[in-house]
């Protein structure tokens, strides 16, 4: 059974950073990539960075533009875990963060929510003014 469990959400102030991770199990993690989603109450789920998979072999990101430059998504393919470090977090940042899966990584990922593969439970994050 495909798992993807996410770890450290909390909260923090503005201007603050946080590290996510996603650890993966039950699923071919070289032939996945892996990314994130957040959520925040009462508005749709919304794709926000992505890694594309080892077999690719590229190492290609995506990123939305509302955290382009403040977030940086890692891969620890020995871990089977993909990273989330989030700087300059601000009050609009606050929301679930999931981890997600699916087989490739392209600016798609932003809608893509019914094209996920797999999904975490979420880790809630919470950046205070």
């Known amino acids: 059974e495909a798992q993807l469990v996410e770890s450290g959400g909390g909260l923090v102030q503005a201007g603050g950073s946080l590290k996510l991770s996603c650890a993966t199990s039950?699923?071919?993690?070289?032939?996945?990539?892996i990314g994130w989603f957040r959520q925040v109450p009462g508005k749709e789920r919304e794709g926000i960075s992505c890694?594309?998979?080892?077999?690719?072999?590229?190492?290609?990101?995506w990123y939305v533009d509302s955290v382009k430059g403040r977030f940086t998504i890692s891969s620890d393919n020995a871990k089977n875990t993909v990273y989330l470090q989030m700087n300059s977090l601000k009050p609009e940042d606050t929301a679930v963060y999931y981890c997600t899966a699916r087989t490739t990584c392209t600016s798609s990922w932003n809608w893509d929510y019914y094209g996920m593969d797999y999904w975490g439970k979420g880790t809630l994050v919470t950046v205070s003014s």
């Open positions: 890694i594309s998979s080892i077999s690719t072999a590229d190492g290609s990101t």
């Open positions: 039950g699923f071919s993690f070289d032939d996945y990539a």
